[in-house]
């Protein structure tokens, strides 16, 4: 069944990847923060 399944869903992308519909993705999982550059940083990176 999982098998018949992952053959399915290849076969979708390989038909999609070659009508040029297939966009690849990046997902970034977990938590993302700001970072918080110090004024010395700030002048070192502009320096």
Do not use: F, P, S
Request: glycine content about 6%; charged content about 45%.
């Amino acid at each position: 069944m999982v098998g018949d399944r992952a053959d399915a869903m290849l076969e979708v992308m390989d038909e999609a990847r070659h009508e040029g519909k297939y966009r690849r993705i990046e997902v970034i999982t977990g938590r993302r923060q700001r970072r918080n550059w110090t004024d010395e940083e700030k002048a070192r990176i502009l320096a």
